[in-house]
Structure formats: structure tokens, C-alpha cells
């Protein structure tokens, strides 16, 4: 797989003011169209795809996240020293009863091992929280490339929601980290699991069982605040302690829906952003992390662009290295 991968990229969404003082660079003025030639660099991959959301039976409208994520992070101060690229979309399409999920999912893991390989760090804009799966594959298929037989790899999820439902009947965006699980099983890799921000409100008894079968490391909603953040912060290090390569994946519901109501289910309670960034930082700072994404961004639903702006400043934090 090269990196002539997907149809030209839409550099249209990065536009916004330019100061005339020395230091003054936006997002916007950075960021370049990725190709085979472009240095090692962050790559952002856009996953325009929300059949799983529709398969959940949530409110759709996340494909149109990509973009308007980089509209968010356009006029961002740019803070950074190493290169950043925009690698286009990977889009989610129909045909006949065919919603195009399945086929979206291998395309992003095909495109996202082709950066791994190339030395990009790759964060994907998504699109429903059906992107995780097509992420971590694209994560294993590197690693197997690269002869890791048995990684342990880390997903640090930031959700309200623990995506573990059982999907042999249908899979959709409420299922992936339970495909993850059983492709882990199939390939004799452990399954490490962290989901920090989940709200008791929106996960059945069957799925906190599932959890505690898998041993999922587990802290609700309720249970992150400024008082115990650094106790879960101890207990996230212990857990990247004990893996081999991180995957950080966040849904943007974990957020209060004062501060992300575009999504496909608006948090009551949720988890702050001042304290989300703080376990963001642990899995930054590890140097174990390989791959990000953020998921369910649903500008239909927006309310003076405050989830796409809570997205771009975390993707903006998480590449303050």
C-alpha cells in the first residue's frame, strides 16, 4: 500500500487570517496536502463515515465531522516545530442495502498502516465512534508488518459509553472495542482496555459485566474530578506502563453536553475538558503512543461551533510535542 491513496484532498476548510508579526503562524498556514514525498510528520486522516451511528440507532450526521474539524482547527495558533499534513478522507459510501461501514472500516486500516509505515503520526477525524475499529486494525496490520507477533497494545477510550456490545448480529459504532476484543482473542494478543468517562446512565448491567470480564480498567463520569485526578492519572501511567503501543481514542460525548452538544448522544453529566486533557497528556507524554482518533462530531447539532471547537483544541494539545 503506497500513499497514493485517496481521490485529491479538499484543502478548502484551511483559510483564516494571517498576522503580519514574526511568530504568528495559524493551523492553517502549516498544514500541507500529504504526499509520497512529505517528511515524517502528524497526518490527519479524515474518516467521513457514520453508518454505525445509524446502525445504533443514534442521530446521524458525523460524516460531515471531518471537515468541520478542520475548520475548528484552522485560525488555532500554531505552536509546533514538526510538519503536519492533511491526508484527505476516507468516506463511508452506499450502495443498494450495502451502507459501505465494513468496507469504510478496511479502507481507513489500509490507509492508516500506509502512514504508520511511512513514520507519520496519524490522527483520525471522525465520523461515528465505528472508526475504532478500522483504527486499531490499521495499528495491528503495521505492527504484524513490522513483526510485533504478540503486541500488547493499550486503548485509552475517553467515552461515556464502553462500546462493548455484542456485535454478532450487527455491528455498529456501539460495538468495535467487543470486535477489537475478539480479534485479539483470534490472534493471541491480550486485550488491554482502559474507558475513563463512562456514564453508569448509559451502560446496561450486561455491558459493566462484559467489562469487568475483559478487565477493562473502568472510572466513571462521576468519578473524575479535580480531587481524584490524580489518582486516576496514577492508575492511567500504571496501565501504559504495562503496554507495548497506545491507541487513544475519544468520543466526544464524554464531554458535558454544555460543551459538546454536537454529538449523537449529549452527555448530562460528562467529563470536563479541563480534566479530559490531563489523561490526554499521559497518553502524549508515554512515548508509546502510535495512533489517535476523535470520534462522533455531529455538526448538525451544534451549538456555536462548541464541539468542533472542543475537538480541534484537544487535537491542538495532543500535538503540543
Known sequence: ?????????????????????????????VV?????????????????????VARNQGRIGAAAGPRAI????????WHRQAPVHDAGDVVG????????????????????AALLAAGHRPIVL??????????????????????????SVGIVNLDAHFDLRDPSHLSSSGTPFAQIAAECQTRGWPFRYACLGVSRAANTRALFARAADLEVLVREDREITATSLEAIVAELDAFIAGCDHLYLTIDLDVLPASEAPGVSAPAAHGVPLALLERLLERARDSGKLRLADIAELNPSFEIDGRTARAAARLIHHLTLT
Do not use: Y
Open 126 to 151: 471522525g465520523g461515528g465512534h465505528e472508526v475504532a475499529f478500522g483504527s486499531w486494525s490499521g495499528l495491528a496490520r503495521h505492527l504484524e508488518a513490522e513483526g510485533d507477533e504478540a503486541p
Open 70 to 77: 478542520r475548520k475548528a482547527l484552522a485560525p488555532l495558533a
Open 93 to 112: 459510501h452506499g450502495h443498494g442495502g450495502d451502507d459501505g461501514m465494513e468496507t469504510a472500516q478496511k479502507r481507513l486500516a489500509e490507509c492508516l
Open 1 to 29: 500500500m503506497t500513499l497514493h491513496m485517496l481521490d485529491p484532498i479538499d484543502m478548502s476548510p484551511w483559510a483564516g487570517r494571517e498576522d503580519p508579526e514574526p511568530n504568528s503562524l495559524r493551523w492553517h498556514q
Open 32 to 52: 500541507e496536502p500529504l504526499t509520497v514525498d512529505s517528511p515524517a510528520g502528524v497526518a490527519l486522516l479524515g474518516f467521513a463515515c457514520d453508518a454505525g
